[in-house]
């Protein structure tokens, strides 16, 4: 079992569209929690940290669930601009500094 | 301008000659990684390092070396490179000290070994 799992996808949705991805993690120790933004063929950026009492920044909203390991990202009203690829990300603070990426769901939002 | 740098950002070589690929940070982050990036199998962490001279394996760190003799520069070094490191490569840094830590990623270097 890989250490971090996401949806598979491609998620193809209309322009406005409220979209759910799903990260499961396999390893308790892990303490922070990531999702990152790839666009195509470019370095992954930061969208947002995961924090355990869930968090907001702007239509975004991440979600964790440390009892059951699990990480959600939902973007509400879907932009030609969110179309890119959202990594799920684990560190295991634990252990030095070692991140671990989930192999990433790929987004197209469409007109 | 806060950056990480890579050189070169493309590379095609053959197998067996070694090969340095640079990264640079200007941020001043104790912390820096190098990740490969292949098709379905997303980022793998192949060597990170929590400050200078102080260096760990991450996920797949066979056929890769580094080195951090100053703080800012964080140079993979491919011995021998073989057709299966043809891959996508990410530098990437951060600061440490607090509970998420924002890594920086570099351009990406794009390397083929035939």
């Known amino acids: 079992r890989k250490e971090v799992e996401q949806d598979p996808g491609p998620f193809n949705v209309p322009e406005g569209a409220t979209v759910a991805f799903n990260c499961t993690y396999s390893?308790?120790?892990?303490?922070?929690f990531f999702w990152y933004r790839q666009d195509c063929r470019k370095e992954p950026k930061l969208l947002m940290s995961?924090?355990?009492s869930g968090n907001e920044d702007g239509r975004f909203t991440a979600q964790l669930n440390r009892a059951s390991q699990y990480i959600s990202l939902l973007i509400r009203d879907s932009k030609l601009s969110d179309s890119a690829t959202y990594l799920c990300v684990v560190n295991k603070l634990s252990e030095g500094q070692n991140f671990v990426f989930g192999p990433g769901t790929r987004l197209s939002v469409l007109p | 301008e806060a950056q990480v740098t890579q050189n070169p950002r493309y590379l095609i070589t053959v197998t067996g000659k070694k090969l340095t690929v640079t990264c640079s940070q200007n941020?001043?982050?104790?912390?820096m990684s190098w990740y490969r990036q292949d098709p379905g199998l997303g980022l793998r962490q192949i060597y990170y390092?929590?400050?200078?001279?102080?260096?760990d394996k991450g996920d797949v760190p066979e056929g890769y070396k580094v080195s951090r003799k100053e703080k800012r520069n964080f140079p993979l070094i491919l011995e021998s490179p073989s057709p299966n490191q043809t891959s996508l490569y990410f530098c990437a840094s951060s600061f440490l000290g607090g509970p998420s830590y924002e890594q920086y990623f570099g351009p990406g270097t794009r390397l083929t070994v035939t």
């Open positions: 390092s929590m400050n200078v001279e102080v260096t």
């Open positions: 390893n308790s120790a892990s303490q922070s």
């Open positions: 941020m001043n982050h104790e912390y």
């Open positions: 995961v924090y355990s």
